[in-house]
């Protein structure tokens, strides 16, 4: 018998059925500008921790913090952390509602019990975050109390009779250049943050 031509992992035995399958080409891909590329963004965890989390923090002057939002605040000055969901969390460990819920510096929450657990497995006082591989410990204070709330559904004013569009209300929001702080319609700009107007 004829042999077909000879192939990475053996012969190519394609000529027995009378087909050969075509060869693959890549298709080229076009050329973009860098100009309208756009910024290459990174995950920044700090940024995505004081975006989406609350910190109940020990007294101090927050100054900075107050004045550059993006900026994460000292982690050995956090108290607390409130944490709003979408839905019922569950712990990635256990897939229970989590037991006296911790957040651990890589911004994921366990149960308090499951990291004991984890910790007493790898003999020290220190592991792998299960998610990210991150290392874990259980030092006083790096791992942070976390309350956790499931956002109510919103609902839309208007359309309670059927076949009636239903409407929503949007306000504008005003924030005074230098401020964190955003205020509503009834609010003027004014050195330093907001004044509210009269009669507002």
Same mark, same amino acid.
């Given at each position: 018998?004829?042999?077909?031509?000879?192939?990475?992992?053996?012969?190519?035995?394609?000529?027995?059925?009378?087909?050969?399958?075509?060869?693959?080409?890549?298709?080229?891909?076009?050329?973009?500008?860098?100009?309208?590329?756009?910024?290459?963004?990174?995950?920044?965890?700090?940024?995505?921790?004081?975006?989406?989390?609350?910190?109940?923090?020990?007294?101090?002057?927050?100054?900075?913090?107050?004045?550059?939002?993006?900026?994460?605040?000292?982690?050995?000055?956090?108290?607390?952390?409130?944490?709003?969901?979408?839905?019922?969390?569950?712990?990635?460990?256990?897939?229970?509602?989590?037991?006296?819920?911790?957040?651990?510096?890589?911004?994921?929450?366990?149960?308090?019990?499951?990291?004991?657990?984890?910790?007493?497995?790898?003999?020290?006082?220190?592991?792998?975050?299960?998610?990210?591989?991150?290392? /874990?410990? $259980?030092?006083?204070?790096?791992?942070?109390?976390?309350?956790? =709330?499931? +956002?109510?559904?919103? %609902? !839309? *004013? @208007? &359309?309670? /009779?059927? $076949?009636?569009?239903?409407?929503?209300?949007?306000?504008?929001? =005003?924030? +005074?250049?230098?401020? %964190? !702080? *955003? @205020? &509503?319609?009834?609010?003027?700009?004014?050195?330093?943050?907001?004044?509210?107007?009269?009669?507002?």
């Amino acid at each position: 018998a004829g042999g077909g031509g000879g192939s990475r992992n053996g012969r190519d035995a394609s000529y027995l059925l009378n087909f050969r399958a075509p060869e693959r080409r890549e298709a080229a891909r076009p050329f973009i500008p860098s100009r309208f590329r756009g910024p290459v963004s990174r995950f920044d965890k700090d940024r995505y921790m004081q975006a989406n989390y609350r910190f109940v923090v020990a007294d101090g002057d927050y100054s900075t913090e107050l004045a550059l939002p993006d900026k994460m605040v000292d982690w050995d000055t956090i108290r607390e952390v409130h944490l709003t969901t979408d839905s019922p969390y569950h712990c990635p460990i256990c897939i229970d509602p989590p037991v006296a819920a911790r957040l651990t510096k890589c911004g994921h929450v366990y149960c308090w019990p499951c990291l004991q657990r984890m910790f007493a497995s790898c003999g020290k006082n220190y592991g792998p975050c299960p998610i990210c591989t991150n290392i /874990v410990t $259980g030092n006083p204070g790096s791992l942070k109390p976390s309350v956790l =709330r499931v +956002a109510p559904p919103v %609902t !839309v *004013a @208007g &359309g309670g /009779v059927k $076949g009636e569009a239903a409407t929503v209300e949007f306000r504008l929001m =005003r924030r +005074a250049r230098g401020s %964190t !702080v *955003a @205020g &509503g319609p009834q609010y003027r700009e004014a050195e330093g943050g907001f004044n509210k107007m009269a009669g507002g």
